[in-house]
């Protein structure tokens, strides 16, 4: 991938060409041949001389979608908790909880099942 005054150069010679022919003709293409579109505009801005932000994950930058504790009731009826809640809190996949509503205050509790409570236990050892 051509960086700085080569890439400037480089798509100068082709300008008369599609944008992705110009990225291609630049290195911008992937392993699978896909144009790297994004990284292809940002070098061309920075070979140009202005400054970007990093991409690059820092400590105390921005980190994709954080979680909301916000969820609402789907058309079809069912409420859906994510991901993110999920890992927070240590669940694993197969985990089972009891699922205790309560009307008064108009909140859902997950209160973990062991194994006395498994359904699949029906009291014999």
Do not use: W
């Not at 009826?77 to 509503?101: K, V």
Request: charged fraction near 25%.
């Amino acid at each position: 991938m051509l960086v700085g005054d080569e890439l400037l150069s480089k798509a100068r010679a082709l300008s008369n060409r599609p944008e992705d022919e110009i990225a291609r003709g630049c290195g911008y293409v992937g392993p699978s041949g896909r144009v790297l579109r994004k990284s292809f505009y940002r070098a061309l801005v920075e070979a140009k001389g202005y400054k970007l932000p990093s991409t690059s994950p820092n400590p105390g930058g921005p980190r994709g979608r954080q979680a909301e504790f916000r969820t609402r009731v789907h058309g079809n009826g069912n409420l859906l908790i994510g991901h993110a809640y999920t890992r927070r809190l240590g669940l694993t996949p197969g985990q089972e909880f009891r699922i205790e509503l309560n009307k008064d205050t108009g909140t859902i509790a997950l209160n973990p099942m062991n194994a006395a409570d498994s359904p699949d236990n029906n009291g014999e050892d």
